[in-house]
């Protein structure tokens, strides 16, 4: 089953999914893998959390369902 948050569907199906206790962790989030890329784009910067969240946070402008399906 393929999920697409940026849409009305599948952000409601996922939203229950991730709330129902059939869910016991959530990998590879989109947050997480924009922090890699950041990381890597800037190879000398050392980032702290806050600094990192904002990077992250610049990039996905608050709303990371415009990235990734959910399988």
Known sequence: MLLDPSQPPGAQALSVL???????????????QVAELVRCQAP?????????????????????DRYGRWA
């Open 18 to 32: 991730r709330g129902s206790p059939l869910v016991r962790e959530v990998h590879d989030r989109i947050e997480d």
């Open 44 to 64: 000398g910067e050392s980032f702290g959390p806050q600094a990192l969240d904002r990077a992250v946070a610049q990039v996905v402008s608050g709303r990371p």
